[in-house]
């Protein structure tokens, strides 16, 4: 008898942006020509790290400071810039406790998504970034609560 290994969301783990690779791929084979562009890799198209930039990190590098930890919440000066700013728009109003950070994006949802509730659910854009439509997939055991995005309908407005 064999065990069930994959989790019960798994099947929902898409990657959209990756997947039109695929279309494109066929468009090719079909004779149509196909300018590749790459998000999330600029190096692959060509673009040359400044070397002022170059510098920076290998200074850092360099620095024993460099490989230490931060506060477990992120810089307190930080969170209390953040709050100013944010209160200043009058809505919500946050205090350095409701805001923490992570070491990017895919930790961020990680965390999230392992500490909510099975039952619950997180309703979000499609198309939508990957990494969140996939956790929530996982996280739910089904497919993603998503609406349409209509950038035309939708106009969200800066400080």
């Known amino acids: 008898m064999r065990t069930d290994i994959v989790h019960i969301g798994a099947g929902e783990l898409t990657y959209e942006i990756r997947n039109i690779v695929t279309v494109g791929e066929k468009l090719q084979k079909m004779g149509i020509n196909v300018h590749w562009e790459n998000i999330g890799d600029p190096v692959a198209k060509g673009e040359v790290i ?13 620095q024993d400071a460099s490989y230490g930890y931060s506060p477990t919440r992120g ?4 969170r ?7 209160n200043q728009r009058g809505g919500a109003q946050i205090t350095p406790n409701d805001i923490i950070f992570f070491n990017g994006l895919g930790d961020a949802i990680s965390k999230i998504y392992g500490m909510l509730k099975r039952t619950a659910r997180v309703v979000m854009p499609s198309p939508s970034y990957t990494a969140h439509s996939s956790a929530e997939a996982a996280h739910a055991g089904d497919r993603p609560v998503t609406y349409l995005l209509d950038p035309k309908k939708y106009v969200v407005s800066g400080p």
């Open 80 to 86: 209390e810039y953040l709050v100013e700013l944010t």
């Open 75 to 78: 810089v307190l000066a930080t």
């Open 50 to 62: 400044p070397a002022w930039m170059k510098d920076i990190v290998a200074g850092l590098a360099q």
